[in-house]
């Protein structure tokens, strides 16, 4: 059997749907394939990730489809979708990992059509206030080589934690880090 038919449209995650002004995150769609190719297959958008290759490998996209839904999954995937407001069906993907003692991280990238339009920060603001996996704290991360990403988190009311460093795979190298974590409020 083929990745491709390893996920259909119709599967069902316990995500919830989150609606902000512009745009609903939605759980990940086997349409979603090609626009995800054709994001991530950006090297802009790969390099400034920690796990995107790039290239991207032919099953890359289909791999994720299959992580997003899988039932015993750790890490949870929204589409960050504008087709309701005429946008495109994905401008971009937010994810929280869970990690021990309730705790979660957050990591998100916007297609290049929408940067500098306030997409990831409205995105980042509504996942924050759904909290979707009653987290107690949310961690998150950024190249230092990415002020922009730093500002979104900082105006989200992250503190800034220290700089540490990771591996990127579309850069094939270590890379300088700035952390960050917000405190969340109890769930509702």
Do not use: C
């Not at 902000?20 to 086997?30: E, I, T």
């Not at 069906?89 to 929408?114: C, H, T």
């Not at 190249?143 to 795979?169: C, K």
């Amino acid at each position: 059997m083929n990745s491709e038919s390893r996920i259909s449209d119709d599967i069902q995650t316990n995500q919830p749907v989150i609606h902000a002004a512009r745009f609903a995150l939605r759980p990940l769609a086997a349409s979603d394939a090609g626009l995800l190719e054709r994001y991530l297959s950006d090297q802009r958008v790969a390099t400034m990730t920690r796990v995107i290759p790039h290239p991207l490998p032919p099953e890359y996209i289909a791999n994720m489809l299959v992580r997003a839904n899988d039932v015993e999954r750790t890490e949870d995937f929204w589409a960050i979708d504008g087709s309701a407001n005429e946008h495109a069906e994905v401008m971009g993907v937010i994810k929280l990992s869970r990690l021990d003692r309730n705790q979660s991280e957050l990591r998100y990238w916007v297609a290049p059509a929408f940067w500098n339009t306030g997409i990831a920060t409205e995105a980042v603001e509504a996942i924050l206030s759904a909290n979707p996996q009653g987290a107690s704290d949310i961690y998150a991360e950024v190249f230092q080589d990415n002020p922009s990403s730093a500002r979104i988190l900082t105006n989200a009311e992250f503190a800034y934690l220290g700089d540490a460093e990771t591996f990127s795979v579309a850069r094939n190298m270590v890379t300088p880090t700035w952390t960050y974590a917000r405190k969340m409020g109890k769930p509702a």
